[in-house]
């Protein structure tokens, strides 16, 4: 059963440092290759937005509130997407879910568009003042 696990969560001052990954398993070579990944979050009491993306070709894009602290990458080959957070905010705190986005899609503002999402559990990110 193809599935998306997030990990590297945890509490961190502000100022501080995470790496959010993303496993994806169950996906051949060539499905994996096809997504548009990403990563989103929600806060208590706030909707999911999106966080970042990255598209087949490589391309990213951010959302405002995290562009020159976060950075998306991920490993093709092993199938892994990471979120690496510097400079964290209090405002950062949030859950962080991992989400694989198909057919038709395209990047814009911190996201991926498209005509499906499949999503990970999350992984809690707690950014203390």
């Known amino acids: 059963q193809a599935q998306l696990v997030e990990s590297g969560g945890g509490s961190v001052q502000a100022g501080g440092s995470l790496r959010l990954s993303c496993a994806a398993s169950?996906?051949?070579?060539?499905?994996?290759?096809?997504?548009?990944m990403g990563w989103f979050r929600q806060a208590p009491e706030k909707e999911r937005e999106g966080v970042a993306g990255i598209g087949r070709d490589g391309s990213t894009t951010y959302a405002d509130s995290v562009k020159g602290r976060f950075t998306i990458s991920q490993d093709n080959a092993k199938k892994i997407l990471y979120l690496q957070m510097n400079s964290l905010k209090p405002e950062d705190t949030a859950m962080y879910y991992c989400?694989?986005?198909?057919?038709?899609?395209?990047?814009?503002?911190?996201?991926?568009?498209?005509?499906?999402?499949?999503w990970g559990q999350g992984t809690q990110v707690t950014v203390s003042s």
């Open positions: 989400a694989a986005t198909w057919a038709g899609t395209y990047l814009k503002n911190g996201r991926c568009y498209g005509s499906g999402r499949y």
């Open positions: 169950g996906y051949t070579y060539s499905t994996y290759g096809s997504y548009c």
